[in-house]
């Protein structure tokens, strides 16, 4: 999978997409994150990338020209499954997105800042606007690398450990059972006797009824969905 981000803040994106798992990921070849800076693209003589807002109001808009420039540069290059505007207007992110956004090839994102971009950006360009919950952020640096995050640990490979991927929590609608490591006693809180039986089969009848007993009290909505 290929997956270019494009920002004015390009800075805000290096060290996420840069450790753990998606750094492993692009080792490995799994995926290429390019990282694109809007400035590098502006043909103001100052390289700005934003200004006022036409009928007047606070906060500056993100100009066309530049980010029209990229997008057309990028387009030309190869065709894109989606491009993407992060942006709290758009649908939430959820684990379907994420699995059905993990079997694309290639991918653009547009980060939102300031106080958005010029409309005519999202009109002709983007086909799908994500937002990651009902929060205003600074800019959509930081809801880009949440996307690429939930997408990339689901491209095969990604992890070691194939199964873990798949029993994530929301996977089947169902948060994931308590998990512990040793010791198995700690300043008297022990791990539950069934874990340590070695009796597979019950361990996993066990991890299936946590499961089920903390949707239905930390979530019950997520049941309503399966
Ligand atoms: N940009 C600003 N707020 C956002 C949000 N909640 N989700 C995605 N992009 C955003």
Known sequence: MRIDILSVVPDLLESPLNHSIIKRAKDKGIVEIHIHNIRDYSEDKH????????GGGAGMVIKIQPVAKLIEKLLKEREYDEIIY??????TLDQAMANSMSMYGNIMILCGHYK????RIRER??????SIGDYVLTGGE?????????????????????????????????LAPPV??????????????????????????????????????????????K
């Open 142 to 174: 930081l809801a880009a690398c949440v996307i690429v995050d939930s997408v990339v640990r689901l491209i095969p490979g990604a992890i070691n450990d194939e199964t873990s991927a798949l029993s994530d929590s929301f996977q089947d609608n169902l």
């Open 86 to 91: 992060t942006s709290p207007d758009g649908g």
């Open 116 to 119: 958005g971009i010029d409309h």
């Open 180 to 225: 512990y490591t040793r010791p198995a006693e700690y300043d008297g809180m022990r791990v539950p006797d069934i874990l340590l039986s070695g009796d597979h089969k019950k361990v996993h009848e066990w991890q299936e009824q946590q499961a089920l007993e903390r949707t239905k009290l930390l979530r019950p909505d997520l049941l309503e969905k």
């Open 125 to 130: 360009y983007i086909t799908k606007e994500i």
């Open 47 to 54: 390289k700005r990338v934003d200004d006022y807002q036409f």
